[in-house]
């Protein structure tokens, strides 16, 4: 995509080389090889037919993003959260921990009946670079095991790697029938809960980003706090303009 969009360009000047370099040398080694059509595609669970390449954004145009949660569920702020999605008529990802949600069975149920989607990011957030796909594989089923036994019936569509450390988990991923999903859009919310300089993130790199999925936390490992009020101050005023907030494209 990155190639095509390139190669439309009228005038292909330096800068637009460079860009095209760093974006390419980003996709890093686990999407590396990977080609961009001709892979194997996978029939996938009950969220449809999914493939092995990452998905970072929600495959629409103009005034769109898609919201994901990494790392909880979490007492301390993902209720909060719940409640600020659910008066603002948006529906986001949650990519749950497995430990988390063993120790939170009840913040998994409020999720789902507040009709956001659930995504896989392994047991214990392990970097899984250097992993073989059997030992992978035998976590993600662990972890999809432990958020059907608290709701046995949702579907879980996606799964995205702890530190965006891929290894060899698109593939595993891909084969599970969960879509592997990066993001576009970070907005370093593991350095600083100041809502203020959140807040300022958050507006300037959506509108920066038309498309992109949104990397945002609210796991206990930290306060999340801000995260949550960014949130509330940004989501309201984007969508008085237009914007919309929707699900991650389905397949890479
Ligand atoms: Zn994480």
Known sequence: MTTA??????RITPAAIAFTAVLLA????????NGSGGKPEYGGGRGGPVNDQVVTTTHQEGQVAALTFDDG???L???????????????????LWGDYVVQNPDLVRQIVAGGHTLCNHT???DDLADWSPEAIRADLEETSAAIHAIVPHEDIPYFRAPYGSWGASPQVAAELGMQPLGW???IEDWETQDADVLTDRLETRIRQNPGGV?????GPTMDRSG???????VVPELKAEGWRFVQPAKRG
């Open 123 to 125: 047991m214990h957030h």
């Open 184 to 186: 576009a859009v970070t």
């Open 73 to 75: 569920p979490n007492p």
């Open 227 to 233: 995260t949550v009020e960014a949130v509330a101050r």
């Open 214 to 218: 949104v990397l945002l936390h609210d």
């Open 77 to 95: 702020d993902t209720p909060r959260l719940l409640e600020v999605l659910r008066e603002n008529h948006v529906k986001a990802v949650f990519c």
């Open 26 to 33: 980003a996709a890093g080694p686990a999407q590396a090889g």
């Open 5 to 10: 969009r390139a190669r439309t360009r009228r």
